[in-house]
């Protein structure tokens, strides 16, 4: 089983950074295409950024430009770095590692962290 751990979330005002940090218990993390996603209160979670192993990243159209995602495989983490916070980014930020078993037909496994809170004031 992987276990994700979140860290670095808490409060900011607007304009301001935060730098969030996901380190995994293994290292089929560093075979997994890795992502975080969150989830603001009475919405549905949604993903923010993506990178894949080779380092392809890929960013909802409400981050770009503001937070950039990367990976360091020998330390088995992923991390976030957001600027320009603004107060609509005040979520539940989660980690993701998705990995696929090249099985017959290829079988697909999602691991989450438990969460960290991000809130951006006015």
């Known amino acids: 089983q992987v276990q994700l751990v979140e860290s670095g979330g808490g409060l900011v005002q607007a304009g301001g950074f935060l730098s969030l940090s996901c380190a995994a218990s293994?290292?089929?993390?560093?075979?997994?295409?890795m992502g975080w996603y969150r989830q603001a209160p009475g919405k549905q979670r949604e993903l923010v950024a993506t990178?894949?192993?080779?380092?392809?990243?890929n960013y909802a159209d409400s981050v770009k430009g503001r937070f950039t995602i990367s990976r360091d495989n020998a330390k088995n983490s992923v991390y976030l770095q957001m600027n320009n916070l603004k107060p609509e980014d005040t979520a539940v930020y989660y980690c993701?590692?998705?990995?696929?078993?090249?099985?017959?037909?290829?079988?697909?496994?999602?691991?989450w962290g438990q969460g960290t809170q991000v809130t951006v004031s006015a």
């Open positions: 293994n290292r089929i993390t560093s075979s997994s295409t």
């Open positions: 990178i894949t192993t080779t380092g392809i990243s």
């Open positions: 993701n590692a998705h990995w696929t078993l090249y099985s017959d037909p290829p079988t697909p496994y999602d691991y």
